[in-house]
């Protein structure tokens, strides 16, 4: 027998009997073929948040409680459930009464997960209505191994686990751009900006010739050979583009990005990692550059001449991270595998996280620190960086972006949507 009370039971009763009434003339038709509306026992609310769903019920009280049960599910739930129906879909179980509240940080990242909570009262199971919480998750087809941020015209970049295939997903649009197929997996990918586009540079180690792949319909990659070899190139977005060069003589040359002549360069740099951070002159450039076991900066102004240049040694060594995070304050900057920050004015801060393949996220108040590595990720308060928590997402991710401009954070990962296994976006709005 059934044990669960379907919540339309006692309306259909309540419909049999004026139908009958109406037989003998004792009721208006339409009124009899009115529907009652569904009630259900419990009452559920369930909330998203960045390390999983909370979920809420309402009480049942009585002596014959034996139990209430969380289901999830990723297909939607059927108010007639039945118990040899669950297996595997019980997301927790609790036989106090009192507890009324369940914080699911095991939910998969999918884009609509379904709940209800049931309730055994011994010979009978009373239910709450099915909610579908809908989050902000976007399959990408491929397995992703890499992420790469272009922050000017919001563009991520994720490559193939398996081929040398890079996806562009423009996360403002929430809209896949295109697929780019590199010439070998191994290369080097840096990301910039130009004509109001995102655009793509891959690079083989000990190269000289560097790809340009713009992001735009139809449109054709460009190649383009230097006089050295390129260790790294980062874009200002404003027709700048600067790339550090190998060799004996190390230097950062300066490049008009439409002729791509060059206009200047610095010496005595020729970084492992270069990007650009807040706080250059006005209209201007400010251009990080770690070196080593130095990291330097290079103030520039809007024509790329360098006004001055600052030096600091490190100890430990970039993650090569195209995800660098910085502070909304221009204070933190987390690049390197064993945990150093880098304040504003290049002073060295011990913050014990990092390790290889960590990237890292401020909130946009820059309050609390995200940083990710494999399956967990770790919640940091600043600017003490002590651990406030941390959470499982996904099966494994690649990386975490936060856009504070707009007040979100970008997860990526890798996991199963639709029945298949791929990289995701989501789009997790700062509480």
Avoid at 133 to 159: C, Q, S
Avoid at 370 to 393: C, K
Avoid at 405 to 424: C, E, P, R, S, W
Wanted: proline share 5%; charged share 20%.
């Amino acid at each position: 027998m059934n044990r669960f009370i379907h919540p339309l039971s006692d309306s259909r009763r309540l419909g049999y009997l004026l139908a009958c009434l109406c037989l003998f003339g004792s009721c208006n038709q339409e009124e009899a073929l009115e529907p009652a509306a569904p009630t259900y026992p419990i009452s559920l609310s369930v909330t998203p948040e960045i390390q999983g769903n909370s979920l809420t019920w309402s009480k049942i009280d009585g002596e014959a409680f034996e139990r209430y049960w969380v289901i999830r599910s990723a297909d939607s739930l059927p108010d007639d459930l039945k118990m040899e129906s669950l297996g595997g879909l019980e997301a927790a179980q609790y036989d106090a009464p009192e507890i009324t509240a369940f914080f699911d940080e095991e939910a998969p990242r999918l884009p609509v997960i379904y709940y209800k909570v049931i309730g055994d009262l011994g010979d009978r199971m009373v239910i709450s209505p099915t909610v579908a919480l809908r989050r902000e998750v976007y399959g990408l087809d491929e397995i992703g191994a890499e992420m790469i941020v272009e922050p000017i015209y919001n563009t991520l970049f994720i490559k193939s686990h398996e081929d040398a295939i890079v996806t562009a997903f423009n996360y403002e649009k929430k809209d896949g751009l295109s697929s780019i197929g590199l010439s070998r997996y191994d290369m080097n990918l840096m990301a910039g900006a130009h004509n109001g586009k995102s655009e793509l540079y891959a690079f083989e180690r000990s190269s000289r010739e560097v790809s340009i792949f713009p992001i735009e319909p139809l449109a054709k990659f460009t190649r383009h050979t230097f006089d050295r070899q390129i260790v790294s190139m980062a874009s200002d977005g404003r027709g700048k583009l600067f790339v550090s060069f190998g060799g004996s003589d190390r230097k950062v040359g300066i490049f008009d990005r439409n002729s791509m002549n060059e206009t200047g360069s610095i010496t005595g740099g020729g970084a492992s990692h270069l990007t650009i951070i807040p706080g250059g002159p006005p209209g201007g450039t400010r251009l990080l550059d770690f070196s080593g076991r130095e990291v330097h900066a290079y103030n520039l102004d809007q024509n790329g001449t360098l006004v001055s240049r600052e030096s600091r040694p490190v100890v430990g060594s970039s993650n090569n991270s195209q995800t660098i995070a910085i502070h909304p304050d221009g204070d933190f900057i987390m690049p390197f595998e064993n945990g150093l920050a880098i304040d504003k004015n290049l002073n060295s801060v011990v913050t014990q996280i990092g390790g290889r393949s960590s990237t890292f996220a401020f909130t946009q108040d820059g309050s609390t620190l995200y940083h990710i590595r494999s399956s967990r990720v770790s919640i940091h308060e600043i600017p003490s960086f002590e651990l406030m928590g941390d959470f499982r997402v996904g099966h494994s991710n690649i990386g975490i972006f936060s856009d504070t401009d707009d007040g979100k954070l970008l997860l990526v990962g890798n996991a199963t949507i639709d029945g298949k296994f791929q990289a995701f976006v989501e789009i997790i709005p700062f509480p």
